[in-house]
């Protein structure tokens, strides 16, 4: 690393302020970052200073994301040997599904960091790190069939309309990953809608051997088939079809682990959606004036993008809330309302995505009210405390 590090300060003063090639400075800078921990600090204001940094946080999710990612990759192949009867040796299993899942991450990241290079030179910014971890949430919550130019297409939406327009990384309302989702939900429903089975090479000519269903557990519970419902072992360790990172559970739960334990992730937001989806779904089977609301609680934990939507978008620390209270209120609404349109809307089974976006929405006026509130109890304490005085 030493001779990289050599020529890089070798060529640096080009790129510099007054060097022929100063126009390509931001490029350089997001290349040198990437490779090496910067050795610049901030000049002025006041700051707290510490080893986590942007790098550090986009680092540690994208550890937290490969045991999804790992699963994904090996579920993929195993549901395209289940549904046409083809091998089920673990290496043959888990290469088809690493070939099917890396042109989406590929296509993400390509079309997603251009697009960042690209607006950073013409402001004249530094590139950040923050679209790391967006351009590989996006392909893990997309259908493994869903077309290459699809996800370059959502991809470019994210960045621009998520993330861009509001003024790059950190400013952003929405969580861009979810925006990705629902350009694809509301523009190309059939591709999306959590109402068929994705698994890859069914559309090739490849022949579905017989037996094999045709609905996600979303859609056999919005129907009333919890019969035809995979059981929870099933739903919790992942061997259902889905979007890619999003049928193991327990895969999503080690990831939580580390976010968790690194401090990169909020417990009080994944505890507080769980709390509130719990919530939600008990009083659902109490009133059950429609089959899906009859479903148990527990089974809307583990099935659809759940999980996946609490552990890695819910707590985004850029689009929730920031206040510690707040933190409890925003997470318990999401998992309410996740379960609300799960059970209220056949037309559309999930309500994950939907939920956080609506959230990131009002986590700034949650913020505000409980910032609000704080003052006004300091100020009551200190005019008693005034009075008291006298």
């Not at 530094?126 to 919550?141: D, K, R, S």
């Not at 609905?215 to 889905?242: N, R, V, W, Y």
Request: charged residues 15%; hydrophobic residues 50%; neutral net charge.
């Amino acid at each position: 690393m030493k001779f990289l590090r050599n020529i890089l300060d070798k060529i640096k003063p080009a790129f510099e302020k007054d060097g022929k090639l100063k126009m390509f400075h931001a490029t350089f800078e997001a290349f040198e970052s990437f490779l090496f921990v910067p050795n610049s600090t901030t000049k002025r204001g006041v700051h707290i200073r510490d080893a986590n940094d942007l790098k550090h946080v986009m680092t540690v999710v994208i550890v937290a994301l490969l045991p999804a990612l790992l699963f994904g990759m090996w579920n993929v192949g195993y549901q395209h040997a289940l549904a046409t009867g083809g091998t089920t040796a673990f290496g043959e299993i888990f290469l088809f599904g690493f070939l099917k899942v890396l042109p989406l991450i590929i296509v993400s990241y390509v079309v997603g960091l251009g697009i960042e290079f690209i607006a950073a030179q013409l402001r004249g910014h530094e590139v950040n790190e923050g679209f790391l971890v967006t351009g590989m949430l996006i392909p893990l919550i997309m259908p493994v069939d869903c077309p290459l130019w699809i996800v370059g297409l959502a991809t470019a939406f994210a960045v621009i309309i998520g993330k861009e327009v509001f003024g790059g990384t950190g400013m952003n309302i929405f969580n861009p990953a979810l925006l990705a989702r629902a350009f694809v939900f509301f523009a190309y429903p059939s591709q999306i809608s959590g109402a068929k089975v994705w698994v890859a090479g069914l559309g090739s000519g490849e022949g579905v051997i017989d037996g094999f269903s045709g609905a996600t557990p979303l859609a056999h519970a919005t129907a009333g088939e919890f019969s035809k419902i995979p059981s929870f072992s099933d739903l919790f360790f992942g061997f259902i079809p889905g979007s890619i990172g999003e049928t193991s559970t327990l895969a999503i739960l080690l990831g939580a682990g580390i976010l968790i334990y690194t401090g990169i992730g909020s417990w009080k937001v994944m505890v507080a959606c769980i709390a509130g989806a719990t919530g939600a779904g008990l009083l659902c089977n109490a009133i059950a004036v429609n089959a899906y609301m009859e479903l148990p609680v527990y089974y809307h934990l583990v099935m659809g993008g759940f999980a996946f939507g609490v552990v890695f978008m819910a707590t985004d620390p850029v689009s929730g809330a920031q206040t510690e209270t707040g933190k409890w209120i925003y997470g318990f609404l999401i998992g309410v309302l996740a379960i609300v349109i799960r059970v209220f809307n056949p037309g559309y089974p999930e309500g994950i995505m939907l939920a956080i976006l609506f959230m990131n929405a009002f986590a700034p006026l949650i913020d505000y009210y409980i910032v609000e509130a704080n003052i006004k109890r300091r100020l009551k304490r200190a005019k008693v405390s005034k009075e008291e005085k006298r």
